[in-house]
């Protein structure tokens, strides 16, 4: 379980607190316990508060929040909302089939910071490219999309195996020999969103 915003900041400001206290009393450290003191303080404490500090942005790095915070990405949040069930990502996104506070990470794990050292490596250069890099005009996945997603969810469940259309392919799509996307083409299509009609939600 994270530990509260509160709860870290406080930690924060005793770890701040603390190194203050080494550094401007170092008679301090003469004694043992004072040398415990400093060890804690500048070595354990930082250490405890940079591991939770990543842990927690890590866990933000999973929020639909946090994908649609680049503008460029916007586009493609908007067709989380496109009131046409034949758009792939809005039919699940408005039928809760993912999880809405993280949509994008759901069905792109392969892609993210939490995915193999490959995602990991490319995550971070999509931090370096939004704040320091060039945009491209147009983003393509760096490889086919993987039937493995869909399947993450999808596979063993009812409605999907004793469809009609998916018996005769199934060990296909298993295999990613058929990719999902051949059927279910109509995907974010997040530059040709002019003029659509989006959902409301209707808050309770």
């Known amino acids: 379980m994270p530990l509260p915003i509160a709860g870290f900041a406080a930690l924060v400001v005793a770890t701040i607190a603390l190194i203050a206290l080494v550094v401007l ?42 994908c649609l915070s680049c503008h460029v990405m916007e586009p493609y949040g908007r067709s989380l909302l496109v009131d046409d069930p034949a758009y792939l990502p809005a039919r699940h996104y408005q039928n809760n089939r993912v999880p809405r506070e993280a949509a994008c990470f759901t069905c792109h794990t392969n892609y993210t910071l939490f995915g193999d050292y490959k995602a990991k490596l490319r995550g971070l250069r999509h931090v370096y490219v939004n704040y320091l890099g060039t ?29 009609e259309v998916h018996r005769p392919v199934r060990a296909e799509l298993g295999k990613n020999a058929t990719s999902c996307l051949e059927c279910h083409d109509k995907v974010h299509n997040a530059h040709g969103l002019a003029g659509v009609k989006l959902w409301q939600e209707e808050k309770p």
């Open 135 to 163: 945009i491209p005009k147009q983003i393509k996945l760096y490889e086919p999309y993987n039937n493995r997603e869909c399947l993450h969810c999808h596979g063993g469940a009812r409605a999907f195996e004793e469809n």
């Open 25 to 66: 009393r170092p008679s301090l450290v003469a004694a043992r316990g004072g040398k415990i003191l400093a060890f804690v303080a500048l070595f354990f404490l930082p250490l405890l508060v940079t591991g939770l500090g990543t842990a927690a942005q890590m866990e933000h790095s999973k929020s639909t929040r946090f």
